[in-house]
């Protein structure tokens, strides 16, 4: 497919995860990529892989000056900016509210949601100039609430909040703003959250009967979603908080297998 082809895209956390995924799935489908992520060697590894239509920069998503160089970095080559993908984010510390320092608060709220705000307010100009779209990648922990992630639930449902507003504040310019909500994914990120859980020999079970599908997903299961919420084909999708979830919003607090299921 080549859905995207022409197309110019800027990839939040990139390197490794749902954002290498979605780069790959980009590439795939004719678009120009830019990377952007504090991980160089995963980053620059993936551009040797994939060729001349990815390139790196290396960006933390919480700083407006490293935000801009790498909008610049899009700019140069390519002369437009049509995608901005804000998929960098942290899960850890995962606590309750009392459990949470000041300082873990900050960081999860800079990573995760200043980020996004970020990346929406330096991207608009050129977004407008395009006729472009955002995709935030978001999570059902933002929308149903997860135990013991209260700041990290509340980033993502910050984040879902906003999109609305965008939605309506950008679509009279013909910008579309979107967020995909996965509940459990397997990538690292997942994998260091599974460490820190009480009985983490348990979760991969959990994760699988969360889903009413009944199996926790590869990312590239989401990039394929991401590709088409980021093509035409999607041109009269914006503000939509988009469930890829396998069901599991229809049971997302299910501790245990089926009943039917033998143990």
Known sequence: ?????????????????????IVRRFAAEGAQVLIGDIDQTGGECLCRELGSAVAFQRLDVSAAAAFERAIQRVMEPWDKLDILV???????????????????????????????????????????????C???????????????????????????????????????????????????????????????QPDSSKIEDYLKHIHALRYCPEPEEIASVAAFLCSDDAKLVTGCILPVSGGGECGYRYHGPPSHVAS
């Open 1 to 21: 497919m080549s859905r995207l082809r022409n197309k110019t895209a800027l990839v939040t956390g990139g390197s490794a995860g749902i954002g290498e995924a």
């Open 134 to 196: 955002v995709l935030n990648i978001s999570s059902m922990a933002g929308v149903t609430g997860q135990e013991r992630h209260a700041v990290y639930a509340a980033t993502k449902g910050s984040i879902n909040a906003m999109i609305k507003c965008i939605a309506s504040d950008w679509g009279p310019e013909g910008i579309r703003i979107n967020a995909l909500c996965p509940v459990g994914v397997w990538t690292q990120t997942l994998r260091d959250w599974i460490q820190v």
């Open 86 to 132: 804000n998929n960098a984010g942290i899960v850890l510390p995962a606590e309750t509210v009392q459990d949470t320092t000041e300082e873990e608060f900050d960081r999860l709220m800079n990573v995760n949601l200043r980020s996004v705000f970020l990346g929406c307010k330096l991207a608009y100009p050129h977004l407008r100039a395009s006729g472009g």
